[in-house]
């Protein structure tokens, strides 16, 4: 994978995808405006965007018609890292440009919003009705005493309705900020009481799975707990009436407004998005109205390759920042397709049942879905009429090699796979995603532009085809402007500017290969270091889940207070499977011949799950913690974790080595 021979490409656009790909028609108008490279295609223009960051930024806001209602006194007044100031003295408002495609007559009527539940039945939002609601509400939020600044919270699934109170919510220049409804109320509280919203969009339930899950208790008690709240408006999604006290959505929904959109600076804050919070409360990030509506043009509009008569689906919650991601796809007039409901109802092929069904043209989803299909046996092509799709995208954790495999083989052979990579603190990517260039299985295809992304050693050299931190040496608009609640900015530089200051470091092991492309490894607070050969968790689970019998697996690396290092690999086992000598010696062969006889593990667990983060990543450090005996209430904040009586299973057998060792 990061060897100097450049390998055989398992997909190459072909010369007319190229020539039609925005990202193409770009650079060309660039080079004309603003002295890019005419030539050289990608690589060269990648080069000139970090070389050239203003330009390059001030190129991307004329592409896409930024409306500015005050213009900027320049590009960036600060390249200090944290601190960067965009655009400053600019006004604009991000829904404004979210609305955009409603003022054309032509298109007013096509569909904004097409919406699925598990019965997989689409239902469509036209750009005049999504405009039309969202001015309405806007409305109804000012007359509540909203103002700039001001938080608007959504304890809301994947529905339209989410939509209209984000985009309502950034209209009056509010601040946005949403969980999920499956989350319990402690999770939801850890988060909406840092920001102390004024109003709580919230449902009566939700559905997943075939059932019907009751949220009336929830919702009573955040009621309860946060005294901020003003407003508190109810959406009937399982048709209960709405309690007392609450607003009906209908009720704010059902003028006929014209929109004003409050013009803000280009630093107001548009929405918070929450970290992991594996431990201690989530970090509450806040970014900008200006930032993320420069950064999500760019990377929806160049890299994504969207338009209009595209549409948009990525398989997300709202506590997850790619629905915030996919709800920018309405900046370049692309239709975004909802969906609310589980993964995998009815069976493990829905999500490619819903890509058929809407027509859709880019298809995000988890590197973990697409190896769930492949593990069950589903035949996408075979059972689907997937011509529309153009691209599948994946994030989450890394596609492993046999997820492009199995991806090239059972959707098309002329598929655009992206793997992507970025972060909630950013809300974007820092590499993946290019139309023109080939891809390589197991790589993302190149560092995004305007992203002077590196893979540096601990004394900060940057390497290539060798594994290092990944770091940022260029600030990004969609940056955070701050944490909530951090005054001094000091948990911010904490975050990312501790290791090497003035440099972005995210925290994940990377690779760099010689052709531009880059593999990732997995979190570099969690990496395997053995006999100082490193590697990332990523790379284990990617071999050892290629065996049948395993479901899921975690690996964690402890350094022992003797000097030495203990690495257990734990393994949830698919039905059925047990988990014998046969099994085990397998297992270590596959680790040992696949990757590195130093990373065979000392010890294989079977345990009864893995645990994950509410947004469905491994808990690997807190399990980490927790077998160095750490107390558990030390360890892990117990509103982030999808189960906690597992990570009690790790606490235990934890006691159990301990007193072993005693």
Avoid at 232 to 260: C, K, M, N, R
């Amino acid at each position: 994978m990061t060897s100097s021979a450049n390998p055989a490409p398992l997909w190459q656009p072909d010369a007319d995808r190229i020539a039609a790909a925005r990202i193409t028609r770009f650079q060309a108008w660039a080079a004309d405006r603003y002295g890019a490279p005419a030539e050289g295609g990608y690589p060269a223009l990648h080069r000139w965007s970090v070389d050239r960051l203003e330009t390059f930024w001030q190129a991307v806001a004329d592409w896409f018609d930024v409306r500015f209602s005050t213009p900027g006194e320049r590009v960036l007044a600060d390249r200090g890292m944290p601190g960067a100031r965009w655009f400053p003295g600019a006004t604009l408002n991000y829904a404004e440009h979210a609305l955009r495609t409603a003022e054309d007559p032509a298109r007013a009527h096509e569909p904004a919003l097409v919406h699925l539940d598990e019965t997989h039945t689409p239902a469509s939002v036209s750009w005049a009705e999504l405009r039309r609601q969202v001015g309405s509400l806007a409305a109804e939020l000012r007359a509540l005493g909203v103002r700039p600044g001001d938080r608007v919270s959504g304890y809301l699934p994947n529905i339209p309705q989410a939509v209209t109170a984000l985009l309502a919510t950034a209209a009056v220049g509010a601040t946005w900020t949403s969980c999920a409804p499956d989350f319990g109320a402690r999770s939801v509280l850890d988060r909406f009481q840092q920001v102390e919203p004024v109003v709580l969009f919230t449902v009566d339930g939700y559905r997943y799975g075939g059932k019907e899950h009751d949220r009336a208790d929830v919702v009573a008690e955040l009621r309860r707990e946060l005294p901020t709240l003003r407003a508190v408006v109810h959406i009937p999604l399982l048709g209960s009436p709405a309690p007392e006290g609450a607003l009906e959505w209908s009720a704010l929904t059902a003028g006929d407004v014209e929109p004003d959109f409050e013009q803000v600076p280009f630093e107001h804050p548009l929405w918070v998005l929450y970290s992991s919070g594996t431990t201690g409360l989530p970090k509450a990030i806040v970014q900008s109205q200006g930032g993320i509506l420069l950064e999500h043009f760019k990377q929806l509009g160049l890299h994504c390759d969207l338009g209009p008569g595209d549409r948009f689906f990525w398989y997300t919650s709202t506590g997850w920042m790619m629905w915030n991601f996919l709800v920018s796809g309405l900046l370049t007039g692309t239709t975004v397709v909802l969906y609310d409901g589980s993964p995998g109802h009815p069976d493990t092929g829905a999500q490619w049942a819903i890509a058929e069904r809407t027509g859709t043209t880019l298809f995000g989803t988890s590197a973990a879905y697409v190896m769930a299909c492949r593990k069950a046996g589903v035949h996408p092509a075979r059972d689907h009429d997937l011509t529309t799709v153009r691209c599948v995208a994946t994030t989450g954790s890394p596609l492993p090699p046999d997820g492009f495999r199995w991806l090239h083989d059972e959707v098309r052979e002329d598929l655009w796979i992206a793997s992507v990579s970025g972060g909630t603190d950013v809300c974007s990517c820092f590499a993946g995603a290019v139309p023109t260039l080939p891809v390589h299985i197991g790589e993302l295809q190149a560092a995004c532009l305007g992203t002077d992304l590196q893979s540096w050693d601990p004394h900060g050299k940057p390497l290539v085809g060798e594994v290092g931190e990944l770091v940022v040496t260029n600030p990004m608009p969609s940056m955070p402007i701050r944490f909530w609640n951090d005054p001094d900015g000091s948990r911010y530089r904490d975050s990312y500017f501790e290791m090497f200051p003035g440099v972005w470091r995210h925290g994940d092991w990377i690779t760099i290969t010689d052709h531009g492309s880059v593999v990732i490894h997995g979190r570099s607070d969690s990496t395997l270091n053995r006999q100082g050969v490193r590697m990332g968790s990523a790379d284990i689970y990617e071999v050892v889940e290629r065996l049948p019998e395993i479901r899921e697996s975690l690996v964690i690396g402890l350094e022992e207070p003797d000097g030495g290092y203990w690495m257990p690999l734990f393994v949830h086992l698919a039905p059925g499977a047990a988990l014998d000598d046969d099994l085990r010696s397998r297992i270590k062969r596959a680790i040992r011949e696949q990757l590195s006889p130093r990373h065979v593990p000392d010890e294989i667990i079977e345990v009864p799950g893995v645990p994950h983060t509410l947004t469905g990543k491994r808990i690997e450090v807190p399990v980490k913690r927790l077998l160095q005996g750490t107390a558990l209430t030390k360890a892990v904040n117990p509103g982030s974790v999808d189960d906690l009586e597992l990570l009690r299973f790790y606490e235990h057998l934890a006691r159990e080595r301990a007193a072993g060792r005693g």
